[in-house]
């Protein structure tokens, strides 16, 4: 697996594809730039599944997490419609406290075998994200080496090896794996003003969420990420990505 160069002039991201996977730890995580370059390629006719490897039970101070994870998984839902991903899938694995190891990589591989994508996207796994900000969540951190760690464990019919005796075959056909916010992108996804409405849209359908952060812009937080992504890439609206080729 090679890096592509980094510290270059951002590259359009191929879209010469058909089915994505958007595995995330959160409910929420999609929406802080990545869901509008899902709604363009959803407007484009691609599929695109979202995979939630925790229910964000641990995500609002003032919900205890067995009122909250109802609440996040609706919001999610809604959030996926709004930019067109068609399936939400949650993985259940403990919110805030994910570690790197066997089970989530094992996890990880089935739902890569099972739906068998083109293209994953997630979100900066960095310490840090573009533009700085605090010390990244722990459960971001774990995410992205075991994702992908585990597009190599899908390929290797050795690994995990019961898998394709419960019918999901090896797959070995993910050709990228791609992460938002990241501070070292590589690649772009140009936006249009629908993109980013809706991609804005799917943001605002996490209410409850919002409404725990207190004073929080979401429009203008998006936007301005929006237009400082597009002014690295040439273009009026983009969102950026750290790519991984498979
Ligand atoms: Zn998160």
């Not at 101070?61 to 109802?70: F, H, K, R, V």
């Not at 068609?86 to 989530?104: H, I, N, Q, S």
């Not at 390929?155 to 999901?168: K, L």
């Not at 799917?202 to 301005?224: C, P, W």
């Amino acid at each position: 697996m090679d890096e592509t160069t980094r510290n270059s002039a951002p590259r359009p991201f191929p879209e010469d594809w058909q089915r994505a996977l958007a595995v995330v730890a959160h409910p929420d995580d999609l929406e802080f730039g990545v869901s509008s370059a899902i709604h363009r390629w959803t407007s484009q006719g691609k599929d695109v599944v979202e995979l939630l490897v925790t229910k964000g039970e641990a995500g609002i101070d003032s919900l205890d997490p067995g009122a909250c994870a109802p609440v996040r998984m609706a919001e999610q839902h809604a959030s996926a419609e709004a930019v067109g991903a068609g399936t939400v899938e949650f993985l259940a694995f403990p919110d805030g406290m994910l570690e790197y190891g066997l089970p989530l990589r094992r996890a990880l591989a089935e739902a890569i075998r099972r739906h068998r994508p083109d293209v994953i996207v997630s979100i900066n796994f960095r310490e840090h994200f573009a533009g700085g900000g605090g010390f990244n969540h722990a459960d971001h951190r774990v995410l992205g080496p075991a994702l992908l760690d585990a597009v190599r464990d899908a390929a290797n019919r050795w690994v995990f090896p019961e898998q394709p005796a419960e019918g999901n075959r090896p797959w070995s056909e993910v050709r990228m794996v791609a992460f938002g916010a990241a501070p070292e992108s590589t690649h772009y996804v140009e936006l249009s003003e629908e993109n980013l409405a809706a991609g804005i849209a799917s943001l605002d359908a996490h209410e409850v969420y919002l409404a725990d952060l207190d004073g929080f812009d979401q429009k203008t937080f998006l936007r301005e990420g929006a237009v400082r992504a597009g002014e690295r890439a040439g273009v009026a609206l983009a969102t950026s990505f750290e790519v991984f080729e498979v």
